[in-house]
């Protein structure tokens, strides 16, 4: 149990939010239909991109930070700089870490983008 769950005890966070999407997807949802079914799949989609936020956002924080120190940075910001600077041009370590950083975000956005590791991607 994280911290946060120890101090605001039960329900979480997770389970608030996993219940307001179950409420939604198939409570609510099957009822509706055009715009109003389509409105509230988008907020069934923004509810479980924050429930990855939750589930993955803290390890991703971590591997982001080390990816950083291990290009030698420790922001973003100063990453920005050097490759605006033209110094980390051509270089196969700062590629490999954006595209880990990108397939974290597409796990949070929307994990269907990432390629399927079964086709060999």
């Not at 389509?38 to 993955?56: F, G, K, N, T, W």
């Not at 196969?92 to 796990?107: I, N, Q, S, V």
Request: proline content about 6%; cysteine-free; overall charge negative.
């Amino acid at each position: 149990m994280s911290a946060a769950s120890e101090l605001h005890g039960r329900p979480t966070a997770e389970e608030l939010v996993d219940a307001v999407i179950g409420y939604l997807k198939h409570d609510l949802m099957p009822g509706l239909e055009g715009g109003e079914r389509h409105q509230v799949r988008i907020a069934v989609h923004a509810l479980e991109m924050v429930a990855r936020e939750l589930e993955l956002g803290p390890a991703q924080a971590g591997e982001h930070r080390s990816r950083l120190a291990a290009l030698g940075f420790d922001s973003d910001a100063e990453l920005a700089a050097a490759i605006r600077s033209g110094a980390m041009a051509d270089s196969p370590e700062l590629r490999r870490a954006l595209t880990e950083d990108t397939a974290d975000r597409l796990r949070v956005a929307n994990p269907r983008w990432l390629p399927d590791p079964a086709d060999g991607a």
